[in-house]
């Protein structure tokens, strides 16, 4: 009976370690119920196996931002969702950087299911990349990390935005999940009110 218990264990511990985890040990949330579980209008984005945490490092050549509008340092709330629970959760400000955001559509490098309207990476993100800006429908190659799949996958670019993007650390409002380093939200979707 004993030894029932500690196999149930294992297996069940197993299971979630292998499902919270991705190859680099950071969480991994999936995003399956994004259209149920948030307000936001994600156009068809399907985020499962979305790296929310990073590292903290940050692609060469990218500029920190002189002004932000959010300090690093400073809390604000983030109004839009790229995943269940991100929505009005408060955001510590870990970094912020001048750049252009993109988001793009991709078909995963795993052979996973097609990435619609990923928001966001951001011009340093990209490989062999130009100087000036890209515009929506050009084809780049992606070198950012944020899901499983999408380093080195061929992107079309679906919108482009000069902007300050942000890093934060926040706390998940659904499962309370703690989030470190999460890459990228840019400064429309952060707010000083609830």
């Given at each position: 009976?004993k030894?029932?218990?500690?196999?149930?264990?294992g297996?069940?511990?197993?299971?979630?370690v292998l499902?919270?985890?991705?190859n680099?040990?950071?969480?991994?949330?999936?995003?399956k119920?994004?259209e149920?579980n948030?307000?936001?209008?994600h156009?068809?984005?399907?985020h499962?196996?979305?790296?929310?945490?990073g590292?903290?490092?940050v692609p060469?050549g990218?500029e920190?931002?002189?002004?932000?509008?959010?300090?690093?340092g400073?809390?604000?709330i983030?109004?839009?969702a790229?995943?269940?629970g991100?929505?009005?959760?408060?955001?510590?400000?870990v970094?912020?950087?001048d750049?252009?955001?993109?988001s793009i559509?991709?078909d995963p490098?795993?052979?996973?299911?097609?990435?619609?309207?990923?928001?966001?990476?951001?011009h340093e993100e990209?490989?062999?990349?130009?100087e000036?800006p890209?515009?929506?429908?050009?084809?780049?190659?992606?070198?950012?990390?944020h899901?499983?799949?999408m380093?080195?996958a061929?992107?079309?670019i679906?919108?482009?935005?000069?902007?300050?993007?942000?890093?934060?650390?926040f706390?998940?409002?659904?499962?309370?999940e703690e989030?470190?380093?999460?890459?990228w939200v840019?400064?429309?979707?952060?707010?000083?009110?609830?």
């Amino acid at each position: 009976m004993k030894w029932n218990k500690i196999i149930m264990y294992g297996v069940l511990s197993a299971m979630l370690v292998l499902s919270a985890c991705s190859n680099n040990g950071n969480d991994i949330v999936s995003n399956k119920n994004v259209e149920e579980n948030s307000e936001a209008d994600h156009s068809g984005m399907d985020h499962s196996g979305m790296d929310m945490s990073g590292s903290g490092e940050v692609p060469e050549g990218l500029e920190q931002a002189e002004n932000p509008a959010f300090p690093v340092g400073s809390t604000a709330i983030i109004t839009e969702a790229h995943m269940p629970g991100m929505k009005g959760a408060e955001a510590t400000i870990v970094g912020a950087y001048d750049t252009t955001v993109y988001s793009i559509s991709y078909d995963p490098t795993d052979g996973g299911k097609r990435v619609e309207n990923h928001k966001w990476i951001i011009h340093e993100e990209i490989a062999d990349r130009q100087e000036e800006p890209y515009e929506a429908g050009d084809e780049v190659k992606v070198e950012a990390k944020h899901m499983e799949g999408m380093e080195g996958a061929t992107a079309v670019i679906d919108s482009a935005e000069q902007t300050t993007v942000y890093m934060v650390d926040f706390t998940l409002k659904d499962s309370g999940e703690e989030v470190s380093n999460h890459k990228w939200v840019t400064e429309s979707e952060l707010s000083s009110e609830e």
